[in-house]
């Protein structure tokens, strides 16, 4: 988002996950919530940002064929 040149004043993520019931035991599907308090980023940037990031993460890219990711955003606007 820094190349961008949008505006961050606090972000924030969480993860919940779902696990396989057979050993072995990993996720069937992982669910990343996506918290940020900006005045300039959209939804289309941030959507761009996570299609980049099986590039950029190692995680994200070992998981990508084994594991569901889902994506969810709540973008707020900084309280003046």
């Known amino acids: 988002l ?3 040149n949008r505006t961050v004043s606090a972000f924030d993520i969480s993860a919940v996950g779902v696990r396989k019931e057979a050993h072995p035991t990993g996720f069937n599907d ?3 919530e996506l918290n940020i308090v900006s ?14 990031m099986g590039s950029y993460c190692p995680v994200s ?3 990508k ?3 569901k990711i889902s994506y969810r955003i709540n973008i707020m606007k900084p309280q003046l």
């Open 39 to 52: 005045v300039d980023v959209t939804e289309a940037d941030l959507n761009k940002v996570i299609s980049m």
């Open 30 to 32: 992982i669910t990343l």
């Open 2 to 4: 820094r190349r961008m």
């Open 61 to 63: 890219s070992m998981l």
């Open 65 to 67: 064929d084994d594991v």
